[in-house]
C-alpha cells in the first residue's frame, strides 16, 4: 500500500541531541504551559502521535490510559525506557497515515512537532478525526510559516519563499512549514471547532536564550502565548480543536486492548491474538507483537 513518505526517527539519538544537550529547555519548558492550559484535566483515553521518547507522556498522566504511537519504535524503547512497563501505556509503532484503531476510540489526540515532518497533512489529520471520539479534543502543534524572522527574511530578500502564501513550504527535505490560516481550513473542513490557539517560542533567537536567563524567557512566553488568540507570527502554534456534530459512534475499547485495533489494511476488527502477533481474519495479515511494542508499520511475512 502507498502511502506518501514518512520523516523516520529509526535509531535517531534525537531526544538525547535536540532536548537534553541541544539548550531546548526553553522550548520544552514553553510546551509544557501550553499543553496544561489546553489539556483536559482527565480523560478515559488519549492518543499520542509521533510520541518519540516519550518527552511530553509525563503531561499526559491524568488520562487512564496513553497509547504511544511513533513510525520508529526505537524511539518507543527510548520512551519504554523512560517510563516502563504499567498497563497505563500501550506503545504502538504505526504510519499516521494509516492507524491501526477503530472509529471514535480516544477522547484526546495530541499531536505535537510532528506535522512538521507530513507530506500530506490532511491525509494524517483525516485520519486522527476518525479515531476521535464525539467531542474529542485535539491538541495540534504546528509549526508556522508566516512568522516574525521569515518575514523579515523575506522582505529583506534573503528568502526565495514567501510566507504569506497559503502553501506549505518544505525547506528542509520531509520538513515542512505551515500557514496558520491553511491549518484552520483543514480542521474546519474535517468537522473540527478550534477552541483555542497560542503561540509558543516568542524568544526563539540564539542571542536572547543566550544572555537572558530561560526562566525569565519561559515567563515573558508564557503570557504571550495568549497573543494568539489575535495573531500568529512565532515559529510554533498551539490550537486545542474539538470535534462537533459526531454522534452515534458508540463507545468502545471497553473490552481491552484488542477491542482499540483494527487492520491497517483492509479496517477489519477485532483482530485475533496469537501472542507474538495480531491476525486480521479478514486479509490474514499478522501484525507483530514484541517486548510490548505492536507494530503495524509493515505486516510479518
Ligand atoms: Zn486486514
Not at 24 to 33: C, F, L, N, S
Not at 63 to 70: K, T
Not at 195 to 213: C, M
Request: some cysteine.
Amino acid at each position: 500500500m502507498t502511502t506518501p513518505p514518512v520523516c523516520d526517527y529509526e535509531g535517531s539519538d534525537y531526544q538525547t541531541s535536540f532536548w537534553d544537550k541541544g539548550g531546548r529547555e526553553y522550548e520544552d519548558r514553553t510546551e509544557a504551559i501550553a499543553l496544561r492550559r489546553l489539556l483536559p484535566k482527565s480523560g478515559r483515553i488519549l492518543l499520542e502521535l509521533g510520541a518519540g521518547a516519550g518527552r511530553n507522556t509525563p503531561r499526559y498522566l491524568g488520562f487512564d490510559r496513553l497509547v504511544l504511537l511513533d513510525y520508529s519504535r526505537t524511539q518507543l524503547e527510548q520512551a519504554q525506557q523512560r517510563l516502563g512497563n504499567s498497563e497505563k501505556y500501550i506503545y504502538v509503532a504505526a504510519d499516521a497515515y494509516r492507524l491501526p484503531f477503530v472509529d471514535g476510540l480516544f477522547d484526546a489526540a495530541t499531536m505535537i512537532r510532528v506535522l512538521h515532518h507530513m507530506a500530506d497533512a490532511p491525509k494524517a489529520l483525516g485520519q486522527v478525526k476518525n479515531v476521535l471520539a464525539a467531542n474529542g479534543v485535539f491538541i495540534l502543534e504546528f509549526a508556522n510559516k508566516l512568522n516574525l524572522k521569515a518575514i523579515f527574511r523575506y522582505l529583506l530578500g534573503k528568502q526565495k519563499w514567501s510566507p504569506f502564501t497559503l502553501e506549505p513550504v518544505e525547506f528542509v527535505k520531509l520538513n515542512f512549514d505551515f500557514h496558520p490560516k491553511v491549518i484552520r481550513q483543514w480542521l474546519g473542513n474535517l468537522g473540527f471547532d478550534i477552541e483555542k490557539t497560542l503561540t509558543l517560542s516568542h524568544f526563539r533567537i540564539g542571542i536572547l536564550k543566550r544572555i537572558i536567563p530561560t526562566g525569565v524567557l519561559v515567563f515573558l512566553d508564557s503570557i504571550l502565548q495568549w497573543t494568539g488568540a489575535l495573531v500568529q507570527v512565532t515559529p510554533s502554534v498551539f490550537v486545542r480543536a474539538r470535534i462537533v456534530g459526531r454522534d452515534g459512534i458508540p463507545p468502545v475499547g471497553q473490552d481491552g486492548i484488542l477491542s482499540y485495533f483494527k487492520c491497517p489494511d483492509c479496517g477489519d476488527s477485532p483482530l485475533v491474538d496469537n501472542k507474538s502477533f495480531l491476525e486480521c481474519s479478514n486479509c490474514k495479515k499478522k501484525w507483530g507483537v514484541n517486548q510490548g511494542i505492536y507494530d503495524f508499520r509493515e505486516p510479518m511475512r
